[in-house]
């Protein structure tokens, strides 16, 4: 053991023992008080106490060195000292928790609170374990006692507030409240505590009384007479509510809330028109705040809805009266964007959408995302390729961007600039990356790779796309195919290709890999099978699978049907017309 190591062991050491020193006198001032109650603890010899010392000290000892049993039993021992430790009573109850379950653990802590009730600590865990045993009533007593030994502490009164509702004691609840405020001072989450166990009680009168204090306390911040109006709004009160929200506009014109419960007031008296009106108003208004606007959008578009009748007309129609004013945040064009995918409007309309995101969030991954997916669909590549390029400059941690990117120069036969993008993309991933995206980059790398004769580096980028997502089908396909055409590793290609037909059971590419493996380890009738297969489920008329056919048929004796598909695979253009010719002159197999 190191000196360093062995310092910091002395240090915890003796820590523990002043803390179990600690608690011995505290058990000690509980023996007076005990007595009082008639609960006397009989005292142990001066001998016996320390005994107990030494072998406390060495099951906390054993317990930092990792030596659990040895700790159990040590700490065992020292209860058969002093049966009326309460330290060791509650460092027993975490290995008792774990031996014998809750209620052994929670007899050790009950022991410990008895023996010492003045402690915080042990008081804590049993209130703990009676609240995550559903003992509300043991927790309610436990945590008042710990509420008498600490009462500045408004985290045990916030717990027992719950505690009080979960047994809907609303008389106690009110009046914990009641002791929070004393702690803390009245503030509005005391006040809106104190109207909801108003409401479950039914005072309707007590609970506008303490909404109406919560607003003579802040004489200055409308919003609480818009609270008083929403309340009366909601209990019956129209007029009365207007009041409230009609001097909260007089002494601030502009209180978006106060506007946006006069719309909720309009709709209950029936005039729809004119809550549709100051809806509107608010919405165009550039001194609205855009939280506010989001949320009155959302429930023009969820009202609408709900109306199965009627068109999106109107919501359209005020989506572009509000983006037609200069927006600071993308946020409602993002929405106008998504409702038009909602109601399947044409791409050319949200795409324009996407790009107006763009020019006032040109960061923005989501929009950007969609937009090149939309010119994916459009086989748009030049301009999928400038959309990611650029998305690359603000965002140059998000893989996505790269996948599109390589993808897009693919397709334009740029395979070098593809390798070098998807390299680059790797080179971003890290451990919160997603791992199919990894995956599928460095599957398409190693394909990239292949193509361009560097068969060793494509394996391993094919090793590493495997340990990303191990069930990387597509890579285990083209992975598996490599080694058969090079009879290579055999064995280890029928079996990553073995996976891709249990997968996808129906796909002729993957049932026509599986087949040439077979074929190529010399198992033709096992090959026929699946060949077979393969060509009854190839929709497309694949030439290379055409050809695999007429090889595995030919080495199978039915030169026949071999001589029918060779002559087909060159119908479909295979690649090596000289060698299929050869074969039907031959009428035989040829490597």
């Not at 007899?107 to 042990?122: C, G, L, R, V, Y």
């Not at 969820?302 to 999106?312: C, I």
């Not at 929009?367 to 590549?381: G, N, T, V």
Request: some cysteine; glycine content about 4%; proline content about 3%.
């Amino acid at each position: 053991m190191s000196r360093r190591l062995a310092h910091i062991l002395i240090v915890l050491l003796v820590a523990i023992f002043s803390l179990g020193h600690g608690m011995n006198a505290l058990a000690s001032k509980k023996s007076s008080k005990a007595k009082a109650k008639n609960l006397s603890f009989p005292s142990i010899s001066h001998n016996d106490s320390l005994r107990y010392k030494i072998f406390y000290l060495e099951a906390i000892k054993q317990q930092i060195s990792g030596n659990y049993d040895g700790a159990y039993n040590l700490l065992r021992h020292c209860l058969k000292i002093n049966p009326h430790a309460a330290e060791a009573y509650f460092v027993l109850s975490f290995y008792d928790g774990i031996l014998g379950g809750d209620s052994l653990a929670m007899q050790d802590i009950k022991n410990a609170s008895e023996i010492n009730p003045e402690n915080n600590a042990f008081l804590e865990r049993l209130a703990t374990g009676y609240v995550r045993t559903d003992n509300f009533d043991g927790a309610i007593k436990v945590y008042e006692k710990l509420s008498k030994n600490s009462p500045e502490r408004s985290d045990i009164l916030d717990i027992l507030i719950q505690l009080y509702a979960q047994r809907k004691d609303y008389d106690n609840m009110l009046a914990t409240i009641i002791r929070m405020e004393a702690l803390e001072g009245s503030n509005e989450e005391t006040a809106l505590a104190k109207m909801q166990v108003y409401s479950m009680q039914g005072k309707k009168e007590e609970e506008l009384n303490a909404l109406k204090l919560l607003a003579e306390q802040h004489p200055y911040d409308m919003n609480y007479r818009v609270m008083i109006g929403n309340w009366l709004l909601q209990n019956g009160s129209p007029e009365d509510a207007f009041k409230e929200y009609s001097y909260a506009l007089e002494q601030e014109p502009d209180n978006t809330t106060a506007q946006m419960s006069l719309i909720d007031y309009y709709k209950e008296i029936g005039q729809k028109q004119k809550a549709d009106s100051i809806q509107e108003d608010l919405l165009i208004n550039p001194n609205t705040p855009i939280e506010s606007k989001m949320l009155l959008m959302r429930i023009v578009v969820a009202e609408n809805e709900k109306n199965f009748s009627s068109d999106s007309t109107r919501v359209l129609t005020l989506f572009k009266k509000i983006i037609a004013e200069p927006q600071k945040t993308p946020d409602m064009v993002e929405l106008y964007a998504a409702y038009m995918s909602l109601k399947n409007m044409p791409q050319d309309s949200i795409s324009q959408a996407l790009e107006k995101v763009l020019e006032i969030a040109p960061d923005n991954v989501s929009a950007r995302l969609q937009l090149i997916q939309a010119k994916w669909a459009e086989q748009d590549f030049d301009e999928v390729i400038s959309l990611s390029r650029q998305a690359i400059d603000y965002n140059p941690d998000e893989i996505a961007f790269y996948y599109f990117l390589g993808l897009a120069y693919m397709q334009k036969d740029d395979d070098k600039n593809a390798l070098e993008t998807m390299q680059r993309g790797i080179s971003m991933a890290d451990e919160d990356s997603n791992p199919s995206l990894v995956s599928d980059l460095y599957g398409i790398m190693g394909d990239l790779l292949h193509s361009m004769g560097q068969d060793k580096e494509a394996y391993q980028a094919y090793d590493s796309c495997l340990q990303w997502k191990d069930d990387n089908i597509g890579c285990l396909n083209n992975y598996a195919y490599y080694l058969s055409v090079e009879d290579k590793d055999l064995t280890k290609a029928e079996q990553m290709s073995y996976r891709t037909i249990q997968a996808e059971p129906s796909n002729s590419t993957y049932l026509d890999t599986f087949a040439w493996i077979l074929f190529k380890q010399g198992r033709y009738t096992e090959a026929l099978q699946y060949i077979d297969m393969a060509i009854s489920n190839d929709s497309t008329e694949s030439a290379v699978i055409i050809e695999h056919a007429g090889d595995i048929h030919a080495i199978n004796g039915d030169i026949e049907t071999a001589v029918d598909f060779w002559q087909k695979a060159l119908e479909k253009g295979a690649e090596d017309e000289a060698l299929i010719k050869r074969k039907i002159k031959l009428k035989k197999y040829e490597k």
